[in-house]
Structure formats: structure tokens, C-alpha cells
């Protein structure tokens, strides 16, 4: 029996470990921070409010009715005459009243390309639409959390000029403009599942207000959410896009005929939808959206040429230039930060390449308010330039001298139209260069910050390694923990002689803290040391342990103490040495050249684009090689096969996604019927019993404090939840969830709480069995929840995701046991394996490093409204379940023993039996197996730690690229987010395994 000092001892040094792991978690948020602060910037908010402009421009409306249909991508709006049922789209063709509207009313209509700024969220382009500034990327962050917009808007300079507005629609509305409004029909916006409700309100309340005479509306802003809802839920090329689209269209229609001469109707999207429903990147599907513009009275003076304009004719217009053209059409005062120009058709009643055809007054209109509009926008660049002194001195020279010349020829200008066109062209010129610097500074990084970033994911990355390479005695050093928190504040001090200490100043302090703190544990205190021995030992294993024999040799011992506990522990098994056995430093090579190879390949954004394929390629090079190094053992043929299943898994591996939530519904035939099966239902009922095979195990090793019982109620409980899950799934697949209550709420939250349940009693009244079968109980009880999550194709990735993880651990339980090969090598190899496995089924399990391939759905299973809290829960377990699995799972690098029956024949039960012995020897001698722990688990927190400082070194340098957000900044975010979800599961880990 192991004595309670041992597992006294034994705990310690775990929680040794677990204190290592929170101190590199504390670094890499320091460094996260610093180079957050530094990479994506955030705009000085003006907050000043425009009086008047001191050019008079009348409005030539009185009214507006003013539609946002979310998401409304611009070929939403076209019509493919090419194209007639049942060939058509279900998007295509279906708002047919925008199409005749330009063929008959040519001379009362507008179509526009619609061009968003990204961030393409809903939030951060409201505030675009409303005050004409460039939301920041950082910015995307506050998409959950709406709050009041502090800067000037048209919205909020309409209200002030004593217009009446009425609201209806997203209730992200009303926490903008908080007080605005005087009367709003606001509903909820973020169940994506609620496909009517929102819009339902609308058009009850929609043509009631504009035939209201009594002059108790000016302008009415209509917010539908439902198109944007169809493309979360089930995606642009569903049916009921079909529906939603065709609904919209009545309600153009009715709005169409009930509005009078005075009114300009706008309608819009805020962005667009890629082909599954996502949004939120840069690409043309999410930028682009549709701007429809129709008055019974004329506003384009272009003869009628009885067809609509054709694509190319169609002209772009930024987001933003919306805003100074409703405030000219309507007479108000243009938002002091607008930094759009108004739209010349709107107000020149002719196509921008045709302004010299266009009608004098209309010319001389437009002429006012583009002046109108560079004065607000040269007050604003002023008073922005004297708050943050962040513009180039001769970039604002030289606006400020374009700015000069365009008031001179508008001061001077006559009536002909030759020099109205020569003083709008002076104007237009002022507005690019002007958008063009203020573009170029918002994209100006801070280096210093940036590079503080670096330095501190450095720092993290060395002292991961340093602590890998180190003992636990020297680990569990109380002068250690000292020296450490001594370096901390060191770097804060004297970064903050340098930099001051404020409150801006502070990412870049914590960043400075983490690198002192990170220089006093690996330099300071004497750590350096065993880095240099255990690379040595790492890269020349033979050399490193002959040296160490001749020392013993010339001290007069015959074999190093090492040597000896390694022949203590083989017992009865004689050691093998496989085919690289003697060359055990050819793991750590093949593995080094594995890391180096996919830190290489991203900085190239077409691989990161493929990073799904070169991990599944290295994660067979890493097969290859651990099934190589287990031939000529007793159980050969045991880990051929191993190595066969795990190249299996690895290739269907690429062929099973597990998509969004809702991905199957719109799944119709035998086929994909015959998917459904494969991917969902049969997993399903596979994994539980594959993952409860661990209770094999348990009731061969349980000790008496857990009788055979459990094992039955736990099965119970497994198969019912199980039962449950597929209950929920196959509802959804009917589409009768919303029918049946008890299924859509009661089933998933009673998967959940059980779990939850579970897992806490788990935890309060455990017993001694052995680790890996903690760790397999653990990963059982939790799968229906997990399933849940993740969405009905799940279960086919989890599955392989356990096969492949089983055979990893067979064959490196059987190379280890067998091979004399160095375990600094060995263990640096299995740690770069486990990393790739989280890293390839990342992909698996349906996720790219993209915003707009984020499973927003993931947060409503279970729950009928949005809660913030336990929406990011589930969207982080969503997001990063494969590294929460493998991090979680580290501690079975080493304490996994493999199965008895690896060996067959007549073997297999005396190799049972002394594999019991030999596991209750490895309790004895509890220090050796933590040895082992400490140092991988160390090295795969190092192997996460130096691949995001591989993020940051390319996305430092590709800052500039064309791809840089697009492809760089998302996989930034990405792989931060993974090292802080890799580095709390390994944690967690540590934690278990210290309370068993």
C-alpha cells in the first residue's frame, strides 16, 4: 500500500506543477494584453455635437421612412433574367417590386452597392450608419454589450432640430439612442432562432404610423432582423430565405403606395452574409450590401430607358456616405464626426459620371452640401488633430491646403455648370485625401506595444521550456515563487520609469512585469542551467549519457543513478531496444522539424487558409514514426494495427465536419439521410460505449470504496442523457422543436445540470483509483453535454478524436516501456503529437480561424433568450472544445499504461498481472511518474506558448499585408484565445489529477 506521507508528497508536487501553469497563464494574458493594445487600435471619441453648418443647405424632404433589412447582401436586390423556377436560388429574384420600381419608376429610384467597413457586425455598423466615423476592429468586442453611442449622430441631430421620430424594430436601437425616440416598438434581437417575431412587429406597426396625417411622425426607422436570422440559423441558400425575402418585398410594396410626395423611402442592409449566414470579416459577401432609394417625386433626371440599369452600372457608395446625405436631404446639421461625403445622385439627381448633363439647381444643391460637408469634416479633423496630436504634420498640411483651394473655387465658382464641376471636384479631391489619412492613421500600430507583446510571449515561451527541462525540487522552491514575484514588479517598475505609470501605459506595464518576472525565474535564480543539460540531452541523448556514465565510472560506480531507477522499473521486462531506440533523439528531431515546419508554413496566408491539411499531414509523419520505433516488440502486431486505425481516422477525419447546429436541417434525400446516420446517430451510440470501456478497467482496478454499483448507474445515466440528445436532435431535423417545449428546454438543461452534477460529486467524494480512469469517467460523463454543444454532426469527429487519442497513447505507452530512447526526446515528441491532435481536430469539429464561421446558434441550445454570461460559456466550449479535450487530457501522457491485452496468447495474463505490479510500484515510487508529468505537461504548454509567439512574430510583420485582416488578425485572435482555453484545461488537469 502507498503510505499517507508519499501521497502527502505526491499532492504537493502536482500542485507545484498546477502553480507553474497558473504563472505562465498570467504571462501569456500580459503579453495577449500588451500586443492586443498594440494591434488593434481603438479611436479617440470626438464627443462635440454640430450646432449648424455654416452653409445653408434646405432639405428637399420633409420625411423619411427608413428600412434596415439586416443583412441585405447586394445580390439579395438584383434580378437574373437568365433564370426561372426551379433554377433559381432561393435568394435570387425574390424582391421583384426593387426590380420594376427601376424599370418603371427609373426617374423616382436608386439601386446602390452598399460598402460596409469591417468589423461587418450588426452594432459596430449601426454605429457607421448613424455618426459616419470608421468603427475600430477592437471595437467587435462591445457587438454583445450595446451600449449608448457618445458621439454625434443623424439620428440624434434630427431629434434636436424638432423632428418626431419613430423607432420599430432590433432593440439594439433603443440602448443606442437611449431618449431619442417618440415612440419605439423595440423587440428582442439575439435569438437567431426566432425567425418572425421581430419582423412581425415591425410591419404591425410599420404602415399604421405612415398613414398616420396628423403630422405625428417625421421620420420613421424600421429595423427587420429576420433575413439575418434565416442566414444564422439555416444559411443563405435555405427555403425559408425564399419566404423571408418575399415577405420583405410586401412590405416594400405597401410602403411604396402608402407614402406621399414630401417622403424618401431608404432601404438597406448593414452588411451582407457569406453562404452559410455568418458575417463579421471583409469579404465582398459581407461588405457588400444593397441600397434602394425610391420618391414618388423625381430625384434622377437620366432619361427613362424603360430596363433597369445593368450590374456594372450600378454604382458603390461607402456606409457612411449615407449619413451627410439624410442630413442634406432633411435639412439637418451633418454629425460632427462624419467622414463620409454625400452621395452625388441623391443630390445632383444624376449619375456622378454624368454631372454635366445634370439640371443647374440640382448641380448647385449638390455643390452647397458637399461644401457643407468638407467644412464639418475639416472642423472635425481639426479639433481631433488638437485633442490626440496623433495626425502627420504634412499630411495635415496638405489637407489643410486642399481644404484652402476647395473653398477658393466655391467662394469664387459662378453659375455655369463648368465651375460648379470644377469646385465639386476640388471638394471631392479634399474628401479622399482627407479619408485616406484618416484611414492610414487608424491603421497605425503601436510598435512599442506590439513588441512588448512579443517579448513577454518570449519570456512565456522560454520559461516553459526552462520549467520543462527542470526538477521538481527545483520547481518546489519557496525562493523560487520569491525571485519570481520580485521579477514581476522589477519589469513593472522600471517599465514604468520609462513609460510612466498611467493608465494607457498599462498594457505595456504588464507586459514589461510578465518578461521581468519570466528573466528573475529562468536567469536569477540559476535555472539556465538545466536548460542547457536537458538540451543537451534533448538533441545528443548518447553523448549526453555517456558523459554521465564516465563521470559515474571515474567516481567509482558503475552505472548512474538514473540508469539504475530505469532498470528498477522495467522489473521483470527486459529492456528492448527498437529499431530507434539507440537513436531516441531522432523523436525529438522529427518532432522539432514537425514544429518548425507549421511555424514556417504560417506565415503565408494560403497555408494558414490550409492549416487543417498540413496538421493532418504532420500528424502522419508523427505516426509513421511512433509505429516505425514499436516494431520487433512482443506487441507488434498490436501496434501495427495502431498505427493502420490511427492513419484511418486521420483520413476520415477529413471528410467529417461537424457544421452548425442547424447545418442538417436542410438536408433532404437518402444520401443525406445515409450522412446524418454516419455522422450523428450512429457515433452517437458508439462513443458512449467505447468511451465506458474505461469501466472495464474500473471494475478490474476499483478499490473497495467503489463497488461495481456505480459502474451500473453511471451507465444508466450515460445511455439516458444519450437518449435525450438524439430525442432533441431528431425533433430539430423534423422541425418540431418549437412545438414541444419539454424537448427544446427541459432535454438539453437536463443534459447540462446532470453533467454538471455529475462531474461536482465527482469531484467532493472521490476515490483512489487510478488517474487515467479518473480522467476516462470524466470524458464519458461529460460527451452528451459536449455533443450538445458542438452540434448533431459531433459525434463522428469525437469519436475519431477518441480512437486517434487511444492509439497516441498505445503505441507511445508501448515505445516507452519497450525503448531505452531518451525521455526528454521522447516526451518532447508525444507533447508536439497531443498539440497537433487539438490543433487538427480543431478543423474537425467544424471550425475555421474565421469570425464569420463562429456557431452563434451554439448559445440557444437549451435556452429560448440570450444570456451574456452563459452565451460565452458555450460559445467558448463551442469554439475550443478539441484544446479544451487535449489539454485537459495531458496527464495521460504520463500516466497512461495501455491496455493488458496488447499482449495476446498465453501471455496476456501474466503480462496482467505484472502490469498491476508494476502500477502499484509506480505509486511507491510516486515522485518518478511526476517527474514525467511535470516535464510534459511543461513541454506542451511550451509548444502552445512558442506557437503564438509564432503568431505574433508573422502578424507583426504582415500588419501591412492585404490579408492582414482578413486572414492575420482573426487567426491572432484564434490562437490567443486557444493558448488561454489550453493553458485553464491544463490547469484544470493538474487539479484532478491532485485530488486522485
Same mark, same amino acid.
Not at 507553474?20 to 470626438?46: D, K, M, N, P, Q
Not at 467587435?140 to 441631430?157: G, H, K, L, P
Not at 499630411?395 to 455655369?416: H, I
Not at 492513419?647 to 476520415?652: C, G, S, T
Given at each position: 500500500?502507498?503510505?499517507?506521507?508519499?501521497?502527502?508528497?505526491?499532492?504537493?508536487?502536482?500542485?507545484?506543477? =498546477?502553480?507553474?501553469?497558473?504563472?505562465?497563464?498570467?504571462?501569456?494574458?500580459?503579453?495577449?494584453?500588451?500586443?492586443?493594445?498594440?494591434?488593434?487600435?481603438?479611436?479617440?471619441?470626438?464627443?462635440?455635437?454640430?450646432?449648424?453648418?455654416?452653409?445653408?443647405?434646405?432639405?428637399?424632404?420633409?420625411?423619411?421612412?427608413?428600412?434596415?433589412?439586416?443583412?441585405?447582401?447586394?445580390?439579395?436586390?438584383?434580378?437574373?433574367?437568365?433564370?426561372?423556377?426551379?433554377?433559381?436560388?432561393?435568394?435570387?429574384?425574390?424582391?421583384?417590386?426593387?426590380?420594376?420600381?427601376?424599370?418603371?419608376?427609373?426617374?423616382?429610384?436608386?439601386?446602390?452597392?452598399?460598402?460596409?467597413?469591417?468589423?461587418?457586425?450588426?452594432?459596430?455598423?449601426?454605429?457607421?450608419?448613424?455618426?459616419?466615423?470608421?468603427?475600430?476592429?477592437?471595437?467587435?468586442?462591445?457587438?454583445?454589450?450595446?451600449?449608448?453611442?457618445?458621439?454625434?449622430?443623424?439620428?440624434?441631430?434630427?431629434?434636436?432640430?424638432?423632428?418626431?421620430?419613430?423607432?420599430?424594430?432590433?432593440?439594439?436601437?433603443?440602448?443606442?439612442?437611449?431618449?431619442?425616440?417618440?415612440?419605439?416598438?423595440?423587440?428582442?434581437?439575439?435569438?437567431?432562432?426566432?425567425?418572425?417575431?421581430?419582423?412581425?412587429?415591425?410591419?404591425?406597426?410599420?404602415?399604421?404610423?405612415?398613414?398616420?396625417?396628423?403630422?405625428?411622425?417625421?421620420?420613421?426607422?424600421?429595423?427587420?432582423?429576420?433575413?439575418?436570422?434565416?442566414?444564422?440559423?439555416?444559411?443563405?441558400?435555405?427555403?425559408?430565405?425564399?419566404?423571408?425575402?418575399?415577405?420583405?418585398?410586401?412590405?416594400?410594396?405597401?410602403?411604396?403606395?402608402?407614402?406621399?410626395?414630401?417622403?424618401?423611402?431608404?432601404?438597406?442592409?448593414?452588411?451582407?452574409?457569406?453562404?452559410?449566414?455568418?458575417?463579421?470579416?471583409?469579404?465582398?459577401?459581407?461588405?457588400?450590401?444593397?441600397?434602394?432609394?425610391?420618391?414618388?417625386?423625381?430625384?434622377?433626371?437620366?432619361?427613362?430607358?424603360?430596363?433597369?440599369?445593368?450590374?456594372?452600372?450600378?454604382?458603390?457608395?461607402?456606409?457612411?456616405?449615407?449619413?451627410?446625405?439624410?442630413?442634406?436631404?432633411?435639412?439637418?446639421?451633418?454629425?460632427?464626426?462624419?467622414?463620409?461625403?454625400?452621395?452625388?445622385?441623391?443630390?445632383?439627381?444624376?449619375?456622378?459620371?454624368?454631372?454635366?448633363?445634370?439640371?443647374?439647381?440640382?448641380?448647385?444643391?449638390?455643390?452647397?452640401?458637399?461644401?457643407?460637408?468638407?467644412?464639418?469634416?475639416?472642423?472635425?479633423?481639426?479639433?481631433?488633430?488638437?485633442?490626440?496630436?496623433?495626425?502627420?504634420?504634412?499630411?495635415?498640411?496638405?489637407?489643410?491646403?486642399?481644404?484652402?483651394?476647395?473653398?477658393?473655387?466655391?467662394?469664387?465658382?459662378?453659375?455655369?455648370?463648368?465651375?460648379?464641376?470644377?469646385?465639386?471636384?476640388?471638394?471631392?479631391?479634399?474628401?479622399?485625401?482627407?479619408?485616406?489619412?484618416?484611414?492610414?492613421?487608424?491603421?497605425?500600430?503601436?510598435?512599442?506595444?506590439?513588441?512588448?507583446?512579443?517579448?513577454?510571449?518570449?519570456?512565456?515561451?522560454?520559461?516553459?521550456?526552462?520549467?520543462?527541462?527542470?526538477?521538481?525540487?527545483?520547481?518546489?522552491?519557496?525562493?523560487?515563487?520569491?525571485?519570481?514575484?520580485?521579477?514581476?514588479?522589477?519589469?513593472?517598475?522600471?517599465?514604468?520609469?520609462?513609460?510612466?505609470?498611467?493608465?494607457?501605459?498599462?498594457?505595456?506595464?504588464?507586459?514589461?512585469?510578465?518578461?521581468?518576472?519570466?528573466?528573475?525565474?529562468?536567469?536569477?535564480?540559476?535555472?539556465?542551467?538545466?536548460?542547457?543539460?536537458?538540451?543537451?540531452?534533448?538533441?545528443?541523448?548518447?553523448?549526453?549519457?555517456?558523459?554521465?556514465?564516465?563521470?559515474?565510472?571515474?567516481?567509482?560506480?558503475?552505472?548512474?543513478?538514473?540508469?539504475?531507477?530505469?532498470?528498477?522499473?522495467?522489473?521483470?521486462?527486459?529492456?528492448?531496444?527498437?529499431?530507434?531506440?539507440?537513436?531516441?533523439?531522432?523523436?525529438?528531431?522529427?518532432?522539432?522539424?514537425?514544429?518548425?515546419?507549421?511555424? =514556417?508554413?504560417?506565415?503565408?496566408?494560403?497555408?494558414?487558409?490550409?492549416?487543417?491539411?498540413?496538421?493532418?499531414?504532420?500528424?502522419?509523419?508523427?505516426?509513421?514514426?511512433?509505429?516505425?520505433?514499436?516494431?520487433?516488440?512482443?506487441?507488434?502486431?498490436?501496434?501495427?494495427?495502431?498505427?493502420?486505425?490511427?492513419?484511418?481516422?486521420?483520413?476520415?477525419?477529413?471528410?467529417?465536419?461537424?457544421?452548425?447546429?442547424?447545418?442538417?436541417?436542410?438536408?433532404?434525400?437518402?444520401?443525406?439521410?445515409?450522412?446524418?446516420?454516419?455522422?450523428?446517430?450512429?457515433?452517437?451510440?458508439?462513443?458512449?460505449?467505447?468511451?465506458?470501456?474505461?469501466?472495464?478497467?474500473?471494475?478490474?482496478?476499483?478499490?473497495?470504496?467503489?463497488?461495481?454499483?456505480?459502474?451500473?448507474?453511471?451507465?444508466?445515466?450515460?445511455?439516458?442523457?444519450?437518449?435525450?440528445?438524439?430525442?432533441?436532435?431528431?425533433?430539430?431535423?423534423?422541425?418540431?422543436?418549437?412545438?414541444?417545449?419539454?424537448?427544446?428546454?427541459?432535454?438539453?438543461?437536463?443534459?447540462?445540470?446532470?453533467?454538471?452534477?455529475?462531474?461536482?460529486?465527482?469531484?467532493?467524494?472521490?476515490?483512489?483509483?487510478?488517474?487515467?480512469?479518473?480522467?476516462?469517467?470524466?470524458?464519458?460523463?461529460?460527451?452528451?453535454?459536449?455533443?450538445?454543444?458542438?452540434?448533431?454532426?459531433?459525434?463522428?469527429?469525437?469519436?475519431?478524436?477518441?480512437?486517434?487519442?487511444?492509439?497516441?497513447?498505445?503505441?507511445?505507452?508501448?515505445?516507452?516501456?519497450?525503448?531505452?530512447?531518451?525521455?526528454?526526446?521522447?516526451?518532447?515528441?508525444?507533447?508536439?503529437?497531443?498539440?497537433?491532435?487539438?490543433?487538427?481536430?480543431?478543423? =474537425?469539429?467544424?471550425?475555421?480561424?474565421?469570425?464569420?464561421?463562429?456557431?452563434?446558434?451554439?448559445?440557444?441550445?437549451?435556452?429560448?433568450?440570450?444570456?451574456?454570461?452563459?452565451?460565452?460559456?458555450?460559445?467558448?466550449?463551442?469554439?475550443?472544445?478539441?484544446?479544451?479535450?487535449?489539454?485537459?487530457?495531458?496527464?495521460?501522457?504520463?500516466?497512461?499504461?495501455?491496455?493488458?491485452?496488447?499482449?495476446?496468447?498465453?501471455? =496476456?495474463?501474466?503480462?496482467?498481472?505484472?502490469?498491476?505490479?508494476?502500477?502499484?510500484?509506480?505509486?511507491?515510487?510516486?515522485?518518478?511518474?511526476?517527474?514525467?508529468?511535470?516535464?510534459?505537461?511543461?513541454?506542451?504548454?511550451?509548444?502552445?506558448?512558442?506557437?503564438?509567439?509564432?503568431?505574433?512574430?508573422?502578424?507583426?510583420?504582415?500588419?501591412?499585408?492585404?490579408?492582414?485582416?482578413?486572414?492575420?488578425?482573426?487567426?491572432?485572435?484564434?490562437?490567443?484565445?486557444?493558448?488561454?482555453?489550453?493553458?485553464?484545461?491544463?490547469?484544470?488537469?493538474?487539479?484532478?489529477?491532485?485530488?486522485?
Amino acid at each position: 500500500m502507498v503510505n499517507q506521507k508519499t501521497i502527502s508528497s505526491a499532492s504537493g508536487l502536482v500542485l507545484t506543477i =498546477a502553480a507553474v501553469v497558473l504563472w505562465l497563464l498570467a504571462l501569456h494574458a500580459a503579453s495577449i494584453y500588451s500586443f492586443t493594445t498594440g494591434f488593434f487600435l481603438t479611436r479617440y471619441e470626438v464627443k462635440n455635437f454640430s450646432d449648424s453648418d455654416p452653409v445653408s443647405v434646405p432639405g428637399t424632404f420633409s420625411k423619411a421612412v427608413i428600412l434596415v433589412i439586416d443583412a441585405l447582401r447586394f445580390d439579395f436586390a438584383l434580378h437574373n433574367f437568365s433564370l426561372q423556377e426551379p433554377y433559381l436560388m432561393p435568394y435570387t429574384n425574390r424582391l421583384p417590386s426593387i426590380f420594376e420600381t427601376l424599370r418603371d419608376e427609373q426617374e423616382h429610384s436608386f439601386l446602390f452597392r452598399f460598402v460596409a467597413d469591417p468589423p461587418t457586425t450588426t452594432m459596430q455598423r449601426l454605429k457607421g450608419l448613424t455618426t459616419g466615423g470608421m468603427p475600430t476592429f477592437i471595437d467587435a468586442i462591445d457587438n454583445f454589450n450595446s451600449d449608448a453611442i457618445r458621439e454625434d449622430t443623424w439620428v440624434r441631430q434630427i431629434s434636436r432640430a424638432g423632428k418626431k421620430v419613430v423607432f420599430m424594430g432590433d432593440d439594439t436601437w433603443v440602448s443606442l439612442f437611449p431618449d431619442t425616440f417618440t415612440r419605439s416598438y423595440p423587440f428582442p434581437s439575439f435569438d437567431v432562432k426566432d425567425l418572425h417575431t421581430v419582423d412581425n412587429g415591425v410591419i404591425a406597426n410599420l404602415i399604421p404610423e405612415i398613414r398616420n396625417r396628423n403630422g405625428d411622425w417625421d421620420v420613421i426607422i424600421g429595423h427587420f432582423l429576420g433575413v439575418d436570422h434565416v442566414g444564422h440559423r439555416l444559411g443563405s441558400e435555405h427555403p425559408e430565405m425564399a419566404y423571408k425575402l418575399m415577405q420583405m418585398d410586401r412590405v416594400l410594396r405597401d410602403v411604396k403606395e402608402n407614402i406621399d410626395e414630401d417622403t424618401i423611402l431608404m432601404v438597406f442592409g448593414d452588411h451582407g452574409m457569406t453562404p452559410d449566414g455568418n458575417h463579421g470579416g471583409s469579404t465582398d459577401l459581407e461588405v457588400d450590401s444593397a441600397l434602394f432609394v425610391y420618391s414618388k417625386k423625381q430625384i434622377n433626371s437620366a432619361k427613362s430607358t424603360g430596363k433597369p440599369p445593368r450590374i456594372e452600372e450600378i454604382q458603390s457608395v461607402y456606409q457612411i456616405d449615407l449619413v451627410p446625405t439624410i442630413c442634406s436631404l432633411l435639412g439637418a446639421p451633418i454629425p460632427f464626426g462624419n467622414l463620409g461625403f454625400v452621395i452625388p445622385e441623391l443630390l445632383a439627381q444624376r449619375n456622378r459620371n454624368d454631372l454635366d448633363q445634370a439640371d443647374l439647381i440640382a448641380l448647385q444643391r449638390f455643390a452647397n452640401a458637399a461644401a457643407a460637408n468638407a467644412e464639418q469634416v475639416m472642423r472635425y479633423l481639426q479639433t481631433y488633430s488638437a485633442t490626440t496630436r496623433q495626425f502627420p504634420k504634412e499630411d495635415l498640411k496638405k489637407v489643410e491646403a486642399l481644404y484652402s483651394n476647395a473653398q477658393e473655387a466655391v467662394k469664387t465658382r459662378s453659375q455655369s455648370k463648368r465651375d460648379l464641376i470644377q469646385a465639386i471636384d476640388a471638394l471631392v479631391e479634399f474628401h479622399t485625401v482627407s479619408i485616406a489619412m484618416c484611414r492610414k492613421l487608424w491603421t497605425t500600430f503601436d510598435t512599442v506595444a506590439m513588441w512588448i507583446g512579443i517579448l513577454g510571449g518570449l519570456a512565456a515561451a522560454g520559461s516553459a521550456l526552462v520549467a520543462a527541462l527542470s526538477t521538481l525540487d527545483q520547481l518546489n522552491s519557496g525562493s523560487l515563487a520569491f525571485l519570481t514575484l520580485l521579477g514581476g514588479i522589477f519589469g513593472a517598475v522600471v517599465g514604468g520609469l520609462f513609460l510612466g505609470f498611467s493608465s494607457t501605459a498599462l498594457p505595456s506595464l504588464l507586459g514589461l512585469s510578465a518578461i521581468g518576472s519570466a528573466f528573475f525565474f529562468s536567469i536569477v535564480s540559476g535555472l539556465l542551467k538545466p536548460v542547457i543539460m536537458g538540451a543537451l540531452e534533448l538533441l545528443f541523448p548518447s553523448y549526453f549519457v555517456a558523459s554521465v556514465q564516465d563521470s559515474a565510472i571515474a567516481n567509482g560506480r558503475k552505472s548512474p543513478p538514473r540508469a539504475r531507477a530505469s532498470s528498477a522499473e522495467t522489473g521483470d521486462f527486459a529492456p528492448y531496444m527498437s529499431p530507434l531506440g539507440e537513436y531516441g533523439w531522432l523523436y525529438g528531431l522529427v518532432a522539432l522539424a514537425c514544429l518548425f515546419m507549421r511555424c =514556417a508554413g504560417l506565415w503565408s496566408n494560403s497555408y494558414i487558409e490550409a492549416e487543417d491539411k498540413v496538421s493532418a499531414f504532420l500528424l502522419a509523419t508523427l505516426s509513421a514514426t511512433f509505429g516505425v520505433s514499436s516494431f520487433g516488440s512482443q506487441a507488434t502486431r498490436q501496434m501495427i494495427q495502431r498505427t493502420l486505425i490511427l492513419y484511418a481516422v486521420l483520413k476520415l477525419a477529413s471528410f467529417v465536419t461537424a457544421g452548425k447546429h442547424e447545418s442538417f436541417l436542410s438536408a433532404s434525400g437518402i444520401s443525406a439521410a445515409a450522412s446524418i446516420l454516419l455522422q450523428t446517430f450512429a457515433p452517437m451510440m458508439a462513443l458512449p460505449s467505447a468511451a465506458l470501456s474505461l469501466s472495464e478497467i474500473y471494475e478490474s482496478y476499483a478499490s473497495k470504496s467503489a463497488p461495481k454499483r456505480s459502474s451500473y448507474w453511471i451507465r444508466m445515466w450515460l445511455h439516458t442523457c444519450v437518449a435525450a440528445v438524439m430525442t432533441f436532435w431528431t425533433a430539430q431535423w423534423f422541425g418540431l422543436l418549437e412545438s414541444f417545449w419539454m424537448i427544446r428546454i427541459f432535454l438539453p438543461q437536463f443534459v447540462f445540470i446532470g453533467t454538471v452534477v455529475a462531474l461536482i460529486l465527482r469531484f467532493v467524494y472521490q476515490s483512489s483509483q487510478r488517474t487515467d480512469f479518473v480522467f476516462g469517467w470524466i470524458a464519458a460523463v461529460s460527451f452528451p453535454s459536449l455533443a450538445l454543444i458542438l452540434g448533431p454532426p459531433s459525434p463522428a469527429a469525437l469519436l475519431l478524436l477518441f480512437v486517434a487519442a487511444h492509439c497516441i497513447l498505445d503505441l507511445s505507452s508501448e515505445i516507452e516501456r519497450k525503448s531505452a530512447s531518451s525521455k526528454s526526446a521522447f516526451g518532447f515528441a508525444l507533447a508536439v503529437f497531443w498539440h497537433l491532435l487539438s490543433t487538427r481536430w480543431f478543423y =474537425a469539429t467544424g471550425h475555421q480561424q474565421q469570425f464569420n464561421a463562429l456557431q452563434f446558434s451554439a448559445p440557444f441550445v437549451g435556452f429560448d433568450k440570450f444570456n451574456l454570461v452563459l452565451g460565452a460559456v458555450v460559445m467558448i466550449v463551442n469554439t475550443f472544445a478539441s484544446q479544451m479535450l487535449c489539454g485537459f487530457f495531458v496527464p495521460f501522457l504520463a500516466f497512461w499504461e495501455g491496455r493488458p491485452t496488447l499482449i495476446s496468447g498465453k501471455k =496476456a495474463g501474466a503480462a496482467k498481472i505484472q502490469q498491476q505490479i508494476r502500477h502499484e510500484e509506480v505509486l511507491r515510487r510516486v515522485p518518478r511518474p511526476l517527474e514525467t508529468l511535470a516535464r510534459r505537461t511543461l513541454f506542451y504548454v511550451f509548444i502552445a506558448s512558442f506557437l503564438f509567439v509564432n503568431t505574433l512574430g508573422l502578424t507583426y510583420m504582415m500588419r501591412r499585408h492585404l490579408m492582414v485582416w482578413r486572414v492575420f488578425a482573426p487567426k491572432f485572435v484564434f490562437e490567443a484565445g486557444a493558448l488561454l482555453v489550453t493553458d485553464l484545461a491544463v490547469l484544470l488537469g493538474m487539479v484532478v489529477t491532485w485530488r486522485h
